[in-house]
């Protein structure tokens, strides 16, 4: 699985919209983009996942460059409850096999 | 819908005693299993994992070992634990037919003193 790389850290004020970078330079064509995030003292939580079409659940929205090498996790309207640990996976889909976390994005969203 | 259990919650034993940590997935049936665990402050490692009844492959050596004697029950194991041992341990579940989502149970926090 390809390797990732987030910002150690964000704020964003509640209500406003978070946008949380991952780059993935060396992502290869088969690999997908996964999002999980973990509050503190919690089991990480599956987000969203996309392979290179934007896409949208009830969380977030995942934005893809064209060239595949990064994408955005926006959070629309950012809550208090919303801090957490952010993590950009990427790996091949329908692969059960292990999830790879790196050291994520802290997001503080403030009041 | 699909839910995982985990148990105890939080667990504080001392230097050299057993352990055993539970985990239960309802709702589907023959799930890839995994056990992760999270030192204070770090990132998550996977220590253990599962695709089936009896099927165990480890990720790192050490003092742990892990079963799974019913489809949808993994169990987390030590002889004799060490301080090294404590952390945040996390069961999680895959369906062998998804898009390679993995769902995480609540934890248990363990604290080895």
């Known amino acids: 699985d390809a390797k990732t790389t987030q910002p150690p850290s964000m704020d964003c004020a509640e209500g406003r919209a978070a946008n949380l970078p991952c780059n993935h330079s060396?992502?290869?064509?088969?690999?997908?983009v996964y999002w999980y995030r973990q509050i503190h003292s919690q089991g990480p939580q599956y987000i969203i996942h996309?392979?290179?079409n934007n896409e949208t659940n009830e969380m977030a929205s995942l934005i893809i460059t064209e060239d595949r090498k990064s994408s955005t996790l926006i959070l629309p309207h950012a809550t208090l409850r919303d801090t957490a640990v952010y993590y950009c996976?990427?790996?091949?889909?329908?692969?059960?096999?292990?999830?790879?976390f790196g050291t994520g994005t802290r997001l503080q969203v403030f009041p | 819908s699909q839910t995982i259990h985990q148990w105890p919650a939080t667990l504080v034993q001392p230097v050299g005693s057993p352990l055993s940590l539970e985990c239960t997935v309802e709702?589907?049936?023959?799930?890839?299993l995994y056990w992760y665990r999270q030192a204070a402050g770090r990132g998550l490692q996977l220590l253990f994992y599962s695709v089936g009844i009896g099927q165990i492959s480890s990720e790192v050596p050490q003092n742990l070992s892990a079963s799974r004697p019913q489809d949808r029950q993994f169990i987390l194991s030590s002889k004799k634990l060490l301080l090294s041992d404590s952390g945040f341990y996390l069961c999680?579940?895959?369906?062998?037919?998804?898009?390679?989502?993995?769902?995480f149970g609540p934890g248990t926090r363990l604290t080895v003193l």
């Open positions: 709702g589907t049936s023959n799930p890839n």
């Open positions: 996309g392979l290179k």
């Open positions: 060396t992502i290869s064509g088969n690999e997908y």
């Open positions: 999680a579940w895959a369906s062998t037919s998804g898009r390679g989502e993995q769902f």
């Open positions: 996976i990427v790996r091949v889909a329908y692969n059960t096999d292990k999830l790879i």
